[in-house]
């Protein structure tokens, strides 16, 4: 009975070491415990099998309970038997599904909670169970878990960066196209690197640079494969131009002679070429002198062509004269008879044998009474310009313009030196030329004068002109007559240019617009690059400190190009060390707001010649009172420049000694101070004039007069000889025999 009443400990162990079914459990008499050894095997992802199972071999409350306390296990053996037959069934269910994992099995849906056919997912295929941990075979040969798949992977990952972080990127060669002239900034982009790597080069060359710097080619080259780089040279748009320029055609025929005009200013060239067409052009000239370059075609009584162009003789026009020299086949030279050989006709004869072309000598006024047509052939003879009476090859002519003598033998003389030049043309190439002049017309907008000098230019033919392209609209000739097709050795104003061309640009025609857009824009970036040169590094240049002078700050506007050119040119020439002119804008057209606006800011004077301002500009030089002159000779805007240039000279100064007096002694006066009681030695003592205290030879004071006293009275003037009282501004410390001297500064007006 006690032992029924003592307590006795039923303990329930699972062990993996042995296994065993509940059924085939023992009991012993001494030890009151019950061993049950349980292997649980079912497939690793399936959570759901798992609970199941799990909650299954779970004992129950009562089943607890019947192992709770000593004697009261009655659980019935048909009933537990068939529970563990189940378990053992679902057991050897769950062992077949892990050792085959590929077979379908039956799992409950994660949210349905409904049975579904399918492959175990990848996440729950490593996953640890109490069916694995309880089977010896299964923890042998257990799966990864899903965190060690993701710690592997994350490290597979760390090792691969790694790996490619050690591997050495492979530099990217680049081919660099290479202009004649690039920036540095431009050659970095094309190098794919920084512009300060190539500056930091450049200094290593004792090169100072910056990014808007200019290289040449070689020099460009030359850094490109200093880093690595292929350099390519890019090739010129304009070569094919020069080529098809410099060509020579297959059709070649017979041309007009292009004639050049020269000679000095009012020698007569205008009235001869008018006397020629039976014109009256020098009526229209400002101050009786050609101040634009003409262009004019002429035919002679056999039906001959020649051209004509007329150039100014005024020594500002030294360009527009070069300009008809390098166009011309034969130079006409037109010396006065009253007037003989001028510095212009000397600079004539230059130019027409620096372009090495033939001259035809035109006497004019041989109709005045002071003419002496053999002067002139002698003083032409040493410039090698002999007659042919004087067994020279010079052909010449004696002419009037007025009287219209010896106008035929001029012509003849002409088209015999034409026909010893043979000259011909290809008549069916592209036309090309070269601009004589450019001007904008208010309605026409820019429009220029061509001359033809090979190939025929025709009406919508694309052209380039310097840094400007279009296309022909309009030709129109000397005589006012539009024309559709223009021939070699023709003058035409032309209507169509994108923008004004300047005079002595050439002239060709190209394929299309886009070869036209294409050779403009190289040449736009062509000159922008000229504009900035590489600097070599010195001490003078980086640390130099030049004074600049006065400047005369002038803003040109003139009617045509060649005007404004040639007013750029001759101020220009205009120096001095302590002043000098600076052309801030040269242009053509009339005065607009903008060049008011220019004015202002920079405080330049505008020049208008032969132009006028508009009326918003008129209104806006008022308001902001900037100077506008207007001139239409040009000898007349240079004498305006000089003076202006003059005024801003600083006078001379002079020092004028008027008078001086000697200190005899010194007194004090109440409410003055001291006064030195002087005699006057020369000239005259003014209180108007500046003074100088001067002592053993030594100048002690320099400044003014404060007083002058005759006789206990003030006093203006002391004449020499006389004796006076006198005080010095801001002095006072007199002594005997010290020398007064009075002096006045003149001023004196300096020119240029």
Known sequence: ???????????????????????????????????????????????????????????????????????????????DNRNFEIRKKAEERAKSRFKNPEKKTESLHPKKGVFSKGKVSPKREYKLTLSKALDDEA???????????RRAR???????????????????????????????????????MQASEIIKHLMGMSVVATINHTLDADTAEYLVKEFGNVPIREKDPDLNIKKVKNQEGKNLKQRAPIVTVMGHVDHGKTSLLDSLRKTNVVAQEHGGITQHIGAYKIKTEEGRDITFIDTPGHAAFTEMRARGSKVTDIVVLVVAADDGVKPQT?????????????IVVAINKCDLPGADPQKIKNELLQYELIAEELSGDTLFAEVSATTKKNLNKLKENIILQTDLLDLKADYE?????????????????????????????????YFVCGKTWGKIRAMINDQGLSLDLVTPSTPVEILGMNESAFAG????????????????EYRIEHSKSEKTPIISANKESVFEKSSTPNELSIIIKSDVHGSSEALKNAIEKIKHEEVVPKIILSNIGIITETDITLAKASNAVVIGFN???SKEAKKLAET?????????????????????????????????????????????????????????????????????????????????????????NAAKKVAAGLECGITLKDFTDFKEKDVIEVYKVVETERRI
Do not use: C, W
């Open 346 to 358: 000397i600079e004539a004869i230059k130019h027409a044998k620096a372009a090495k072309v033939p």
């Open 624 to 712: 902001h009172k900037v100077n506008i002159k207007f001139f239409n000779i040009i000898y007349e805007v240079l004498d305006y420049i000089s003076n202006s240039l003059s005024g801003l000279l600083k006078p001379d100064i002079k020092e004028e000694v008027v008078g001086s007096a000697q200190v005899q002694a010194i007194f004090k006066v109440s409410k003055i101070g001291k006064v030195a009681g002087s005699k006057v030695l020369d000239g005259e003592i003014s209180n108007d004039l500046k003074a100088r205290l001067i002592r053993d030879g030594n100048v002690l004071y320099t400044g003014s007069i404060g007083s002058i006293f005759r006789e206990k």
């Open 139 to 149: 923890m042998e040969g257990k799966g990864r878990s899903l965190a060690s798949i």
């Open 1 to 79: 009975m006690e032992e029924n009443k003592t307590k006795k400990k039923r303990t329930l162990t699972i062990s993996s070491k042995k296994p065993h079914n509940v059924s085939n459990y023992s009991q012993t008499s001494h030890k009151k415990s019950f061993v049950i050894e349980k292997k649980f095997s079912r497939k690793k992802n399936d959570r759901n099998f798992f609970n199941k199972n799990v909650s299954s071999s779970r004992p129950s409350p009562g089943f607890k309970s019947s192992f709770s306390k000593e004697g009261d296990f009655t659980r019935k053996k048909t009933s």
């Open 429 to 461: 190439s592209n036309a090309n030329g070269i601009i004589l002049e450019s001007r904008i017309d208010k309605g026409k907008g820019p429009v220029s004068t061509v001359l033809v000098t090979s190939g025929s230019l025709k009406k919508g033919d």
């Open 505 to 520: 640009d050439d002239f060709i025609v190209v394929e299309n617009e886009e070869k036209a857009k294409e050779i403009n």
């Open 611 to 613: 132009v006028r301002p």
């Open 154 to 192: 994350i490290k597979e990952k760390q090792n691969q960066n790694n790996e490619n972080d050690t591997i050495e990127t492979k530099k990217i060669v680049h081919e660099v196209n290479i202009p004649n002239k690039i920036t540095i900034k431009e050659l970095s982009n094309r190098m794919a």
